[in-house]
């Protein structure tokens, strides 16, 4: 069946980097839109970036022209790079994606979410 896992997240210094994946698996025919979400302690969800195959992405002001939204077809994974990072990034960020697959009852189109990975930025 189909699943994503996240990876990347971590402790960094305010002006540090870190790259988030989403990793699909299973029989992936196509990733019709990623989208990144983040939930800090006490705080509603918030859509950081989506991506739509084909389409060009979109970006929260707060992260706008620090983070940059990706996917790698072949590889089944989208990736969330983020640069410059403050302390007001700290949250648990989860990725989110529209598929196309093939499972036990046929081909399909469905909406997954990720386990969530922390990312912590230390001022």
């Known amino acids: 069946q189909v699943q994503l896992v996240e990876s990347g997240g971590g402790l960094v210094q305010a002006g540090g980097s870190l790259r988030l994946s989403c990793t699909a698996s299973g029989i992936i025919l196509h990733i019709n839109k990623v989208k990144w979400y983040r939930q800090a302690p006490g705080k509603q969800r918030e859509l950081v970036a989506d991506v739509t195959t084909g389409s060009s992405a979109n970006y929260a002001d707060s992260v706008k022209g620090r983070f940059t939204i990706s996917q790698d077809n072949a590889k089944k994974t989208a990736y969330l790079q983020m640069n410059s990072l403050k302390p007001e990034d700290t949250a648990v960020y989860y990725c989110?994606?529209?598929?196309?697959?093939?499972?036990?009852?046929?081909?399909?189109?469905?909406?997954?979410w990720g386990q969530g990975t922390q990312v912590t930025v230390s001022s």
């Open positions: 989110n994606a529209d598929l196309t697959a093939a499972q036990d009852m046929g081909i399909s189109r469905n909406e997954y």
